[in-house]
T-cell receptor
């Protein structure tokens, strides 16, 4: 079993839809959870991070962490064609620990 | 105003050669990293370098050696390049005092070994 599982997609939805992206993980030592967005041939861009269980909202984006289920989610409201990208979940124990990434979900927002 | 920069952006070379990739960050961060993204887009940590302490990922061959001339730079030197080294290599950095360890990535270096 991989440490972090993420459905690679592609996930195709119409513009304006609510998008739900998810990851599961197996290492209970992970404390910090992040979502990155990566456009084609670009570096990953940090969208949001959360600590432990709970919700965090930033504009159209909401991140959720459920440590008891080892399950994290990213919701995108009012999706736009410019949201089309690969979304990577990542997690870490903290400190100078490297990030452990999911494989990324390729999201396509249809105009 | 680039935060994390890498050179070169593209690198094409023959098997067996030695090459280096450079990384610089102007964010004042203390910790820097190298990641490898393979052809299936899977991003995996190779090294982290924090305050002169190098943490090596045990799965990385010793042909790969990071070198940090100062806090703002972390270069990656690769000896005896192999076909399987073809990938995109990303440099990242994070603040020293960050317990969250949010990392900021460079644009990547696309390495092709022929």
């Amino acid at each position: 079993q991989k440490e972090v599982e993420q459905d690679p997609g592609p996930l195709s939805v119409p513009e304006g839809a609510i998008v739900s992206l998810n990851c599961t993980y197996s290492n209970s030592a992970f404390q910090y959870f992040m979502w990155y967005r990566q456009y084609s041939r670009k570096g990953p861009e940090l969208l949001m991070y959360t600590y432990s269980s709970g919700n965090k909202e930033d504009g159209r984006f909401t991140a959720q962490v459920d440590k008891s289920s080892k399950y994290i989610s990213l919701f995108i409201r009012d999706s736009q064609p410019s949201d089309s990208a690969t979304y990577l979940c990542a997690m870490t124990r903290g400190g100078a620990d490297g990030l452990t990434f999911g494989k990324g979900t390729h999201l396509i927002i249809q105009p | 105003d680039t935060a994390v920069s890498q050179t070169p952006k593209y690198l094409v070379t023959q098997m067996g050669n030695d090459k280096s990739i450079k990384c610089e960050q102007n964010l004042g961060h203390d910790t820097m990293y190298w990641y490898k993204q393979d052809s299936k887009k899977f991003l995996k940590i190779m090294f982290s370098y924090n305050n002169k302490e190098l943490i090596i990922n045990e799965t990385v061959p010793n042909r790969f050696s990071p070198k940090s001339p100062d806090k703002a730079h972390l270069n990656l030197h690769i000896n005896s390049l192999e076909l399987g080294d073809s990938a995109v290599y990303f440099c990242a950095s994070s603040p020293r005092d960050s317990r969250v360890n949010e990392q900021f990535f460079g644009p990547g270096t696309r390495l092709t070994v022929l």
